[in-house]
């Protein structure tokens, strides 16, 4: 009897493969000027489990009318959620953002070159969180004329990124501040509360 042994080649080949995502109405840049179009500037992080974004959004070149937004959630999962899900997510919101102020393009410049990856056809690993956030990304990226996305360095998005910042800690003393209520209400509840 013979046995076949697999090879290194028969083994990559049953991994199972990297997804590209394509966005058919992306632009390298955006015009110089355009009513249509919106800058929006993202920036996210997380804290254990509490996810922070953090978005500006304006006309493109118009620094008089900007919408700020700052959102954070704790994340419904055991193990903390991964930057590159905070960052993706904070483009989704952005570019809801930005349709909801009737803008038909976007122009969307972040700090995250996973962010930047991932929309120019970079391959993602099979079971990487993105994928879910691609999920909705997508279908919203579609409803816009023509985006264009734009590295910037760091110290180039402090407004986003305190925006992102201040969201998590406010979440994070909500959260303090529910638990230490909770504590007082059953400590009541029994009698024992010194305080009440």
């Excluded at 962010?115 to 970079?122: D, E, L, M, P």
Aim: positive net charge.
């Amino acid at each position: 009897m013979v046995r076949a042994t697999p090879t290194k080649a028969d083994t990559m080949s049953a991994r199972p493969s990297r997804r590209a995502y394509v966005v058919s109405n992306l632009v390298r840049k955006p015009p110089k000027s355009d009513p249509a179009w919106a800058c929006v500037r993202t920036d996210a992080g997380v804290d254990n489990l509490v996810l922070g974004v953090g978005v500006l959004v304006s006309g493109l070149f118009q620094y008089d009318n900007i919408h700020m937004e700052g959102v954070a959630a704790v994340h419904g999962c055991q193990k903390p959620p991964t930057s590159d899900y905070a960052e993706l997510l904070a483009v989704y919101h952005g570019l809801l953002l930005a349709r909801s102020l009737g803008y038909a393009s976007a122009h969307v410049v972040t700090d995250s070159q996973a962010v930047i990856h991932v929309v120019r056809g970079g391959k993602v690993r099979h079971r990487s969180e993105v994928h879910s956030v691609m999920s909705f990304l997508m279908p919203l990226l579609a409803t816009f004329g023509t985006v264009s996305f734009k590295w910037v360095p760091r110290e180039n998005n402090r407004e986003a990124d305190r925006l992102a910042k201040t969201a998590r800690r406010d979440v994070r003393r909500a959260l303090g501040n529910t638990t230490h209520a909770s504590l007082a209400e059953s400590a009541d509840a029994a009698g024992s509360n010194p305080a009440a």
